[in-house]
């Protein structure tokens, strides 16, 4: 079992403090869900952690090693962004066998969900055929601890239900940090739930505290 430690996360944008002494724990096995309104720093957080963005301060450790640049993450640790990362022209067969292992990417080039456009470049996809394709290529990516920054989105119900089970299977042996705007799919596939308001990370325990922290009515 190996341990993602995230501690003292300090992050202002001028005058407006976005995170102030965040704390967070991962270990492979778990599913930690975080939520919270739009713009309010679960983004920050995640490139902090992914190493991208810098912090006031910040302490991150991989089981007793402390990350303290990006080339440190390398295979410890991936990041889906909100945004679309993957070049445009380059073959999603190459893509699988850059970000994967042999293992995955025999997984990858067999499954269903990427059968209708495994020969296509990235360029030619719709825009839920290309989050399909890059929430994958993180999952299945050699890391041992994912990052996900909105993987729903522009994605199917029915697709959405097919990647929340994958993460389930791939969580055995991987840890996950989930965030998406698509409260209900977080809460039910995450074991441990944090609510990001105010710019402090606050873990949760039921349906009730996320009402008592105005991110749900009171009257759901």
Avoid: W
């Amino acid at each position: 079992m190996s341990t993602l430690h995230v501690d003292s996360i300090t992050k202002s944008f001028g005058k407006k403090k976005v995170l102030q002494d965040v704390y967070l724990g991962c270990k492979t096995g778990e599913i930690v869900g975080i939520l919270g309104r739009n713009g309010i720093g679960k983004s920050t957080l995640f490139q902090i952690i992914f190493g991208i963005l810098k912090s006031e301060t910040q302490y991150v450790k991989f089981n007793d090693f402390i990350l303290k640049n990006q080339s440190h993450r390398k295979n410890r640790i991936s990041y889906l962004p909100q945004s679309s990362f993957l070049p445009k022209n380059i073959k999603i067969k190459k893509l699988i066998a850059l970000f994967c292992d042999d293992e995955n990417s025999a997984k990858l080039l067999n499954t269903e969900l990427l059968k209708s456009f495994i020969d296509e470049i990235p360029r030619n996809l719709s825009g839920g055929e290309l989050r399909i394709l890059e929430v994958l290529l993180i999952i299945y990516s050699k890391a041992e601890f994912i990052l996900l920054d909105e993987p729903f989105h522009s994605v199917s119900p029915k697709i959405v239900s097919k990647i929340k089970t994958i993460i389930k299977e791939e969580s055995k042996n991987k840890g996950f940090l989930i965030s998406d705007h698509q409260y209900q799919d977080v809460l039910h596939i995450s074991d441990n739930i944090y609510l990001l308001s105010d710019a402090r990370l606050k873990p949760l325990q039921d349906l009730t505290e996320l009402q008592r922290f105005n991110y749900l009515p009171k009257n759901i």
